[in-house]
T-cell receptor, first 112, second 115 residues
């Protein structure tokens, strides 16, 4: 079975702090792509960052970076200098035959 | 358009009614996807189109669900004889090319409530 597990249903941090969201996955494929999506209360699912499994270098997009541990099948998201606008549901996902396979999400609350 | 649009944003249906949900993908995007997102959960794949061809409908939960994209652009997801368990947010996404790894861009979703 190919699954995605996000073990933190909810997290909250103060504005400007750094927060790390965890994700583990299980797949039998050797090459694959991993994603973090953000879903604000408006519901629009927005791509935050993507990682190609064959690349050892961790992806970075401005304040967002990942810690990709292929052997451990771990794909955590680090948000630096968190902002109020980062408040949202965050979903980890990987792609399999055009289908995105999603975790249950982590609700992140940034407090002023 | 600038992004994926979906209509209506909200739909309330009585059990047994038929509903039709519309998706307008990003102009020029070849691939189109439908997902179902139950409350408090991650989305689940329903179906995938490449242009007008429906290449994968393995996620459709029953034969009451039907999707089409007749001209390779706008897509409609139809649910016949709606039931309470169909209540969910229905997300549409599109991607530019035909590679499975192309980034999928999502619309705002349609929240369906079946009474």
């Amino acid at each position: 079975a190919q699954t995605v597990t996000q073990s933190q249903p909810e997290m909250s941090v103060q504005e400007a702090e750094t927060v790390t969201l965890s994700c583990t996955y299980d797949t039998s494929e050797s090459n694959y792509y991993l994603f973090w999506y953000k879903q604000p209360p408006s519901r629009q699912m927005i791509l935050v960052i993507r990682q190609e499994a064959y690349k050892q270098q961790n992806a970075t997009e401005n304040r967002f970076s990942v810690n990709f541990q292929k052997a451990a099948k771990s794909f955590s998201l680090k948000i630096s200098d968190s902002q109020l606008g980062d408040t949202a549901m965050y979903f980890c996902a990987f792609i399999r035959n055009y289908q995105l396979i999603w975790g249950a999400g982590t609700k992140l609350i940034i407090k002023p | 358009g600038a992004g994926v649009s979906q209509s209506p944003r909200y739909k309330v249906a009585k059990r047994g009614q038929d509903v039709a949900l519309r998706c307008d993908p990003i102009s020029g995007h070849v691939s189109l996807f439908w997902y179902q997102q139950a409350l408090g959960q991650g989305p689940e794949f329903l179906t995938y189109f490449q242009n007008e061809a429906q290449l994968d409908k393995s996620g459709l939960p029953s034969d009451r669900f039907f999707a089409e994209r007749p001209e390779g652009s706008v897509s409609t997801l139809k649910i016949q004889r709606t039931q309470q368990e169909d209540s969910a947010v229905y997300l549409c996404a599109s991607s530019f090319g035909v590679r499975s790894t192309d980034t999928q861009y999502f619309g705002p979703g349609t929240r369906l409530t079946v009474l």
